[in-house]
């Protein structure tokens, strides 16, 4: 999962400062990871990690606002209500490394010469 060139401004246009209002801060958090939250959840990984770290980026938040402020009981956030197809925020979708593309396309013209 490649959170890099994602569509931050799902988030970053609901949830502005000063005063961060947790309804709108959420409910956007939510509209944007609920779509990747079989990778975000996957401790395999450092998707959580780095979708954090660009949302803090893109938004400049202040560290920690989202895990302080949106909670919905001991497992964390509950997508039930947010589409859960990695389509979902306006064409928003789950996407490999740019990398692995290049690197069968080169094969394949490696092949053909």
Known sequence: MNFEFQN???ITDKCKGP???ADQCCSAF???ACPFRDYINDDSTDCASAMFSYIN???KYPPGLFSN???EGKNG???TDVQSDTTANGGQQAQSSPLVL???VCG???LFF
Do not use: Q
Request: net charge positive; hydrophobic share 50%.
């Open 57 to 59: 980026l893109y938004g």
């Open 8 to 10: 931050y401004r799902i």
């Open 102 to 104: 290049v690197t069968l």
């Open 108 to 110: 394949l013209i490696a």
């Open 30 to 32: 939510k509209e944007f």
């Open 69 to 71: 402020m949106c909670r």
């Open 77 to 79: 956030l509950a997508c």
């Open 19 to 21: 005063k961060f209002p």
